[in-house]
């Protein structure tokens, strides 16, 4: 019973006591006064009691606003603000039900209840709802250059029921960018290993055949197919040694590594190829210079790629100089070791320094093969110093030569004095 009721029927009870009250004190007939009580009671109750619903009326609630500007009763389209990609919800009119947020940055805010075909304005997507308004679904396309980004992206119409179909839009640019270096890798790596085995194949013909009793002949192909066949030894060790770099892409070393014996070690290494060619390594190495954290082997790898790049394409009889200093970054503050290598040559022009670390990217491939290059000296070196959590520099002048450098955080200065007291006793 509704409050309003009770306290009708209160009322009531109470102008009824009052009335039995004053018929006794009048001394009426009990008859009497019921006869006149009980319909003023009724009517004191309907009076004070009538339309219940007009006395508390039920206030309508306003359905909610959705961050896409639709309400949760627009045709129950708050779902697709959950989802991560962009999406629309059309109808079969090609009107603009929805957008999410992902939708709106892609096509911008005049595509909330436009027409699609006016405002998203690619053919394949307008075909792809066409084919979904027909009664196709899931439809699934793949597009380039969609709203105010580049990129492809994958397109998907569903039909939603009720004359609506849903369209997603998830981002794969980078997974076709992944693909296609997949491919161009693979294409190149089979180009580079069947040119060598080409001209083994070749060589070995030739000895079976017209010069199998040619003596001259014989020793001269035999020692091209021993640098082919080296050739091939060495690429195969590259893209070995790349994928062991690949998988441990994101273990960050954690070994104190000294710089100056290391440089020395290369030195000692490289001397008859320096002695070779009347060159000189020339290291320069700072007073009191940090220890590095740095795996050893792979910093011996980047060191000799570097120097021997310069061996290979520096001036003969110019030196080789080596640099090793210590660097605070203005910013962050950490502690760096910068290691550069320099050569005196002909340097290398502008347009080729962003994509020297590139895999088989070579400037002159004739002069590359000649010398003995695989093409992915410098990709390892990158990848190395991206593990190494450093950074790869290359600067070049044409006509001086050309300055490679890397970057190598230092051991905290608490992990050094940690170990001082050892130190210590070391030397004493």
Do not use: C
Request: hydrophobic letters at 45%; a neutral charge; glycine letters at 8%.
């Amino acid at each position: 019973m509704a409050r309003t009721e009770l306290s009708a029927l209160a009322v009531a009870l109470g102008v009824g006591a009052a009335g039995a009250a004053l018929a006794h004190w009048l001394a009426l007939a009990p008859i009497l006064s019921a006869a006149v009580l009980i319909p003023v009671m009724f009517l004191v109750y309907r009076l004070l009691g009538v339309d219940v619903s007009k006395a508390e009326p039920k206030v309508p609630l306003k359905p909610r606003a959705t961050p896409s500007g639709q309400t949760a009763g627009d045709d129950g389209l708050i779902g697709i603000t959950a989802l991560a990609d962009p999406a629309l919800v059309v109808s079969e009119g090609w009107r603009v039900l929805a957008a999410n947020a992902g939708a709106t940055a892609l096509f911008g805010p005049r595509v909330h209840e436009s027409d699609l075909r006016q405002t998203v304005r690619h053919p394949t997507v307008v075909e792809a709802v066409r084919q979904g308004i027909l009664g196709a679904s899931p439809v699934l396309r793949e597009v380039t250059t969609l709203g105010q980004r580049d990129g492809a992206f994958g397109v998907r119409v569903v039909r939603l029921g009720d004359r609506r179909l849903l369209l997603t839009f998830a981002d794969i640019t980078q997974t076709r960018l992944t693909e296609r270096m997949r491919v161009d890798f693979v294409a190149n790596a089979s180009h580079e290993l069947r040119t060598p085995l080409a001209n083994i194949t070749g060589f070995i013909e030739t000895l079976l055949g017209p010069a199998s009793e040619d003596e001259p002949a014989r020793r001269r192909f035999l020692e091209i197919m021993s640098r082919e066949a080296a050739r091939m030894s060495r690429l195969i060790d590259d893209l070995l040694s790349l994928s062991r770099i690949e998988l441990d892409k994101y273990v960050r070393p954690q070994l104190a590594l000294e710089l100056p014996p290391l440089l020395l070690d290369v030195g000692k290494t490289l001397a008859m190829r320096l002695e070779e060619d009347d060159r000189k390594l020339v290291l320069e190495v700072s007073e009191a210079l940090p220890t590095v954290i740095a795996d050893r082997d792979q910093i011996l790898q980047v060191l000799h790629n570097l120097v021997s790049n310069a061996l290979k394409y520096g001036r003969s009889g110019t030196p080789i100089m080596v640099t090793a200093t210590r660097l605070t970054a203005e910013k962050r503050g950490d502690e760096m070791v910068r290691v550069a290598v320099v050569d005196e040559g002909d340097g290398i022009a502008p347009e080729h320094l962003p994509r020297l670390t590139e895999r088989f990217y070579r400037i002159d491939n004739n002069r590359s093969r000649s010398m003995g290059g695989t093409g992915l000296g410098l990709a390892i070196v990158k990848h190395i110093v991206e593990r190494h959590r450093g950074k790869l520099e290359i600067a070049s002048v044409q006509g001086q030569g050309t300055t490679v450098s890397f970057l190598l955080p230092v051991v905290q200065t608490v992990a050094r004095m940690e170990e001082t007291p050892a130190a210590a006793g070391i030397a004493s």
